[in-house]
């Protein structure tokens, strides 16, 4: 059967006129609210960031953290309205242009003691008190193999305060598992003052320019309920990123990389 003779441009118009339908719907389920979006996430991302409750945290995940208007989002929040943030991102050749330069926006702005009641809760998550108690995660580096389940204090770049030491608020994760595999998430959490859960963002693309003008979709979830439990869908993601906190590493490393062919464009 030959294809419809289409007119190409009312089907573009109509696809766009869809897609922005889909993007504004919204479903609540089991005191959830579910939003999708798949137009101008750069957009809605820097709204969701906003709505970070006061004296709340963020914790963010994601493969690629280049686009500077999420760093810079994510800086002012910190230093303005003093909102603790935690990023994890890959391991990757820190000589690329974009990630360089988003590595070195985001290092050192910001500590956080490791006695600090963020940290507390996040091995909650994993049924621990200690760091060194959480569960080994094994990750691969240049030929070798690393059981690493120490967060160590990072003292090229924070300063311990007292006995208690600091460590650099974001961080880079190894390659997990027993392949060439690299921590390919992309979620960021929001905590509010009690450090409850009160929404995720996830979704199929990184926080680069790329994916902000390209095909891409994202879920917002957000937590309707007023019970002081947290919501088990969302736990889910505040125990991964506790997972990948703990195995973290500060993004200045002096192992050598693999050749960055291994690894595709954001």
């Known amino acids: 059967m030959p294809f419809p003779n289409t007119d190409t441009v009312s089907l573009a118009h109509k696809w766009q006129l869809s897609r922005r339908t889909l993007d504004e719907s919204l479903t609540s389920s089991h005191n959830l609210s579910v939003s999708t979006h798949v137009t101008r996430l750069r957009h809605h991302l820097l709204q969701f960031l906003s709505s970070a409750p ?6 963010v995940a994601v493969a690629w953290l280049t686009d500077l ?44 003691r490791l006695d600090d009641s963020l940290v507390h809760r996040l091995l909650s998550t994993l049924k621990v008190r200690r760091i060194s108690d959480a569960p080994p995660v094994r990750y691969r580096t240049v030929g070798s193999w690393r059981h690493d389940n120490t967060l160590c204090a990072d003292s090229t770049t924070c300063v311990s305060d007292g006995d208690v030491p600091s460590v650099c608020s974001a961080r880079v994760q190894g390659y997990t598992m027993d392949r060439w595999h690299y921590m390919h998430h ?15 963002w996830t979704g199929s693309g990184n926080f680069t320019n790329n994916s902000f003008i390209g095909v891409d979709n994202a879920v917002i979830l957000r937590d309707n309920g007023q019970e002081a439990n947290p919501n088990p869908a969302l736990e889910v993601y505040v125990r991964e990123f506790a997972r990948l906190f703990v195995t973290s590493e500060p993004p200045q490393s002096t192992e050598s990389e693999p050749t960055p062919c291994l690894y595709p464009s954001p």
């Open 54 to 59: 006061n004296n709340g945290c963020i914790l």
């Open 186 to 200: 992309k979620f960021a959490v929001l905590l509010n003052a009690d450090l409850k859960c009160t929404a995720v």
């Open 69 to 112: 208007h999420i760093v810079q989002k994510l800086k002012a929040l910190h230093t303005d309205r003093g909102l603790r943030v935690l990023i994890v991102v890959n391991k990757l050749d820190a000589s690329r242009g974009f990630y360089k330069q988003s590595l070195e926006a985001l290092t050192g702005y910001s500590s956080i």
